[in-house]
């Protein structure tokens, strides 16, 4: 899918359920939209200048989990979401990313379908360009830790407006 660079061109609809049912120290994971389909790597998501993603992420030491946002080449913008968004084993959660044909800015909303909470916000900088091609991506990775780690998901569904 891409943002689209003319009328009526492009758009998007992104929405997955997940969660994490086996968490190690120093766990990193990212859960949205890459412009790479190449297989992911121990890096960490939040500070990682390549790919180019949208989505969502934690790190080693996050506690929640973050909004995460750049074009291949920058540092990621990191937007916390909160305590109702903890990094745990135990919570189910639902994220959307959206953008309407030719659109300036990309959605989001996350959602922990344990608690019902949610957050919602919209980027319209440092996201990747409207001529980009982007392909789902998640994943999860031990860091250093020698032992499992995993990220259940209940379903995804990718939609292009055009």
Request: avoid cysteine; glycine fraction near 10%; hydrophobic fraction near 40%.
């Amino acid at each position: 899918v891409w943002r689209g660079n003319a009328a009526n061109r492009g758009g998007f609809f992104y929405t997955i359920r997940f969660g994490t049912s086996g968490l190690q120290a120093g766990n990193r994971a990212f859960v949205g939209l890459s412009d790479s389909v190449a297989a992911p790597s121990n890096v960490d998501p939040t500070t990682a200048t390549t790919p180019g993603k949208i989505g969502v992420a934690i790190n080693t030491n996050t506690g929640n989990w973050n909004f995460v946002n750049n074009i291949t080449g920058t540092a990621p913008a990191v937007a916390n979401l909160g305590a109702t968004m903890p990094v745990n084993a135990t919570d189910l959660y639902e994220l959307v990313l959206y953008s309407p044909p030719n659109g300036s800015s990309i959605g989001y909303r996350m959602k922990n379908i344990t608690t019902d909470a949610s957050v919602s916000g919209s980027v319209s900088t440092n996201i990747p360009a409207s001529t980009t091609f982007l392909a789902p991506q998640f994943w999860i990775t031990n860091n250093a830790t020698a032992a499992a780690s995993v990220i259940d998901f209940s379903g995804w569904y990718l939609e292009s407006d055009n």
